[in-house]
């Protein structure tokens, strides 16, 4: 399965977080899931942590790239699919990871309940 992070899923599997269902705990150590981590989520937590909402773990870079993760960049087709998103949801972020989602196809690891709606796979975080 290919699964692509939500921010909040990202910091709960980093921090083994008891907030992150059982479910996607176990499909993102699956060795046959491909779990994706977008730029989006990273620039958001930078930002978050720069504004002082978020502090991250020392030598958060290190941290990152010790998982498993596979970088995803984006892409000008994933812009544009910005443009095509009903509004639901004002969040940037999160409708830039709808947008990936949709062109990849992937499964996005969230509890945000606003995800869903826009039709893309989801697995409850």
Same mark, same amino acid.
């Given at each position: @399965?290919?699964?692509? +992070? ?7 599997? /980093? ?14 150590? &699956? ?5 994706? /981590? ?6 958001? @937590? ?9 502090? /991250?773990? &020392? ?6 790239? %010790?998982?498993?993760?596979?970088? /995803? ?9 910005? %443009? ?6 004002? &969040?940037?972020? &999160?409708? @830039? +990871?709808?947008?990936? %989602? ?24």
């Amino acid at each position: @399965m290919n699964l692509l +992070l939500d921010t909040h899923t990202v910091l709960w599997w /980093l921090d083994r977080h008891e907030e992150l269902s059982k479910q996607a705990r176990a499909a993102i150590a &699956d060795a046959g899931s491909t779990v994706f /981590l977008s730029a989006v989520a990273v620039w958001e @937590m930078r930002i978050k942590e720069a504004v002082g909402k978020l502090v /991250l773990p &020392d030598r958060f870079q290190e941290v990152l790239a %010790a998982q498993a993760f596979v970088d /995803l960049p984006i892409t000008i087709e994933h812009a544009h699919r910005v %443009a095509e998103l009903p509004p639901i949801h004002r &969040d940037p972020f &999160d409708r @830039m +990871l709808v947008a990936q %989602a949709h062109c990849e196809r992937f499964t996005i690891v969230t509890r945000d309940p606003e995800i869903p709606r826009y039709g893309v796979r989801t697995l409850v975080a």
